[in-house]
């Protein structure tokens, strides 16, 4: 990424989660000093972005403008000028900013139930819903208001209230808390199966039913996602691939190239100029 990637990564800023860090965005609009807050289930920026190829996220992305309109278009459609947008999970997109500034609100699917995670993509084209993230967004970045790094907090910045989880069958719960967990894990779905106790066809149709994607599209996205942890890392690409639980370099350039619509190597470069606060699901971790 060069800096103006809109999912900005980089130095961890410690926090304990009984008393959570606040999230200061009243310098981020910098080139040298950008920032973002990350949760298992929610990713928050406000900054810079350039022009990166066509990205396929697996969250629903929330974006909104505190400065001039973006420009975005999804696979099969035509570009449209706006200042808030919601695109579904693992929807091909393109956004361009004219300003090169934009913010995101980045939600798992899996961490909200049903009802909501279509609330949340309905707000699409919806006005009221729109200025109310744009404020949102513009009273974090003004200072006039501060959000800690923790899920139920992001939630109420934006939401006004802590969106409901969603219930899963239990076996497919625990393996989608390993994967979140250990994302550089290499299992293969079989590997999942047997620890849930059923076959895999079983595995792969119950996870599909409960999560909503693909076992597989599902453990590609939160390698990926992952990947904001490493992006401070010395080592080279092909270490970092590994670390990450990719097979090879090759495959983890794609694999990232095809999320984020741009390469490794200019995520870890960009990487060095943006600060990040992360809190893991049991504690507070460094990146």
């Known amino acids: ?17 009984r008393s959570p860090r606040r999230f200061d965005l009243t310098s981020i609009l910098s080139p040298d000093n950008l920032s973002m807050i990350v949760t298992p289930e929610r990713v928050v920026y406000a900054g810079l972005i350039g022009s990166p190829l066509k990205r396929t996220l697996g969250s629903i992305a929330i974006y909104a403008s505190i400065g001039a309109p973006f420009l975005i278009r999804t696979a099969g459609s035509d570009w449209r000028t ?57 009273a974090l970045v003004d ?3 501060t959000c800690a790094a923790s899920t139920p907090e992001i939630d109420c910045v934006f939401f006004g209230t802590s ?22 894990d290499l299992a293969c779905a079989k590997g999942y199966a047997r620890l849930a106790g059923v076959s895999l066809s ?16 599902f453990r590609a996205w939160k390698r990926a996602r992952s990947f904001l942890s490493l ?3 010395s080592g080279n690409l092909t270490d970092i691939a590994l670390e990450a639980g990719y097979p ?39 990146v």
């Open 248 to 286: 090879d370099s090759t495959h983890f350039s794609h694999s990232i190239r095809k999320i984020y619509g741009l390469r490794p190597k200019d995520i870890l470069a960009g990487g060095r100029r943006l600060s990040v606060i992360r809190l893991s699901r049991a504690k507070s971790s460094h």
């Open 143 to 145: 200072g006039k208001a």
């Open 202 to 217: 079983r595995f792969v149709h119950l996870f599909t039913l409960e999560v909503g994607t693909s076992f597989r599209r």
């Open 231 to 233: 992006v401070r890392d």
């Open 1 to 17: 990424m060069d800096m103006d990637m809109d999912m900005g990564m980089g130095m961890d800023m410690g926090m304990d989660a």
């Open 163 to 184: 969106l409901p989880g969603r219930s899963m069958d239990p076996r497919i719960a625990r393996a989608v808390a390993m994967m979140q967990r250990e994302a550089h």
């Open 82 to 138: 706006t200042c808030f947008a919601v695109i579904p999970p693992y929807q091909a997109h393109d956004l361009v900013s004219t300003d090169k500034i934009v913010c995101s609100l980045h939600v798992e699917p899996e961490s909200i139930d049903r009802t909501a995670a279509a609330e949340l993509m309905a707000m699409d084209g919806d006005d009221q819903a729109g200025a109310v993230t744009c404020a949102a967004f513009r």
